[in-house]
């Protein structure tokens, strides 16, 4: 039997069996799962800095070293820094009394000689030209990495300065003519008779848990901010610092339960006002610790820009007309509680009574009042 007898076709002509149709159901293809990229740490990220970044860097850890006793930390680089990048003063006299010096050098490179001694002749300069009074009692070089045979020398004073005459013997006629008018022999007959002790290097590792400290370290590397410390509770008796949030619930107590206005004593003393006002300094104390919180941790202002979020978030509802002081308060507190902020940082280490006790903070210094007039 032919093919075409087979299909049903005539004799003779060719015959095209229809194949099924193929399924219509795409096939999804399902992509791997991209992988996230590794997170540099904040040592791997300064290998990327700009000098500048890098300068800026070092001047937030300088800045944070209270052991030092510094009474004021300047930066002097420029194209005429005269070997100083950052100048720390231990006496209000500045470079005219006891200093240190800190050169910050950002290669792809480590740290060595060359580049070194040059800033070792820049200071011994300024000092014989009376740029300065005194050579600082340390000049430390920082950089993102040290060479070896540098960090040798620096531990060994006497090789450093062998190896820094040594250096300017070889290039006597290109500094010469960098140091004209004498300038030269004036800085190397200076640093003849100065040790090379007060030259070292900071440590990297050191200066970044240090670093750490500071309010800069989460802005400049993006790194969690650390736990907060455990809660406190609000001291037994009203301070200073709460006289007007605390006089502010008075005044809603008095208009709510007829509780004296002007005694402290007697609304804690109340079966319900009490309760509420320890409530409310517990809640005020936590915005507090909030606030330090922040001040030791990331730069100024982030605490105050949280504050300004509640408060837009809050004040039409405080605006609104409500029966008594009491029911302001409440609406508040709820509304605070409720809303939604931005990226605030500090968000992350939020608690529950940090907005609330930010609302008291806000009271404190009059942005909110619970008891308006026709209300009491």
């Given amino acids: 039997m032919s093919a075409s007898e087979q299909s049903g076709g005539l004799p003779g002509k060719p015959v095209f069996t229809r194949l099924p149709k193929p399924s219509q159901t795409p096939v999804t293809v399902a992509s791997p799962m991209m992988a996230m990229p590794p997170v540099l740490t904040p040592k791997q990220q300064l290998v990327h800095h700009s000098a500048d970044d890098w300068e800026e860097f070092i001047y937030e850890w300088v800045l944070a070293l209270e052991e030092a006793g510094y009474v004021d930390v300047v930066g002097m680089g420029g194209s005429n820094d005269r070997g100083v990048d950052i100048a720390a003063f231990l006496t209000p006299d500045k470079t005219d009394g006891d200093w240190h010096a800190y050169q910050c050098k950002h290669y792809g490179r480590a740290l060595g000689g060359a580049a070194a001694f040059p800033e070792i002749l820049k200071i011994h300069s300024a000092v014989a030209e009376s740029q300065y009074r005194t050579l600082p009692e340390r000049y430390v070089f920082v950089a993102p990495k040290i060479g070896a045979s540098l960090t040798q020398d620096l531990a060994k004073p006497s090789t450093l300065k062998a190896k820094f005459f040594d250096w300017t013997d070889k290039n006597q006629d290109k500094l010469t003519l960098e140091y004209p008018g004498g300038m030269l022999e004036r800085a190397l007959g200076l640093a003849h008779g100065e040790g090379f002790s007060r030259f070292e290097a900071g440590n990297l590792d050191k200066i970044l848990t240090q670093h750490a400290a500071t309010p800069h370290h989460v802005r400049r590397f993006g790194t969690p901010l650390p736990d907060r410390p455990a ?146």
Avoid at 306 to 312: G, I, P, R
Avoid at 341 to 360: F, M, Q, S, Y
Wanted: with cysteine; proline share 5%; glycine share 8%.
């Fill in 231 to 376: 809660r406190l509770s609000a001291p037994p008796e009203h301070t200073p610092d709460e006289a007007r949030y605390v006089q502010q619930l008075l005044d809603v107590y008095g208009e709510k339960w007829g509780c004296s206005t002007t005694s402290p004593h007697e609304a804690r003393a109340h079966a319900k006002a009490g309760p509420n006002l320890q409530r409310q300094r517990e809640a005020f104390y936590c915005a507090e610790q909030l606030r330090l919180f922040a001040r030791d941790h990331i730069p100024p202002g982030t605490f105050e820009s949280l504050q300004d979020d509640v408060f837009s978030g809050v004040a039409e509802v405080e605006e609104q007309d409500f029966a008594t002081g009491y029911d302001r308060l409440k609406a508040v507190l709820e509304a605070a509680r409720n809303m939604q902020l931005g990226t605030n940082i500090l968000l992350g280490v939020e608690r529950p009574d940090d907005r609330k006790g930010i609302c008291h903070q806000l009271a404190n210094d009059d942005r909110l009042i619970w008891v308006q007039g026709g209300e009491q």
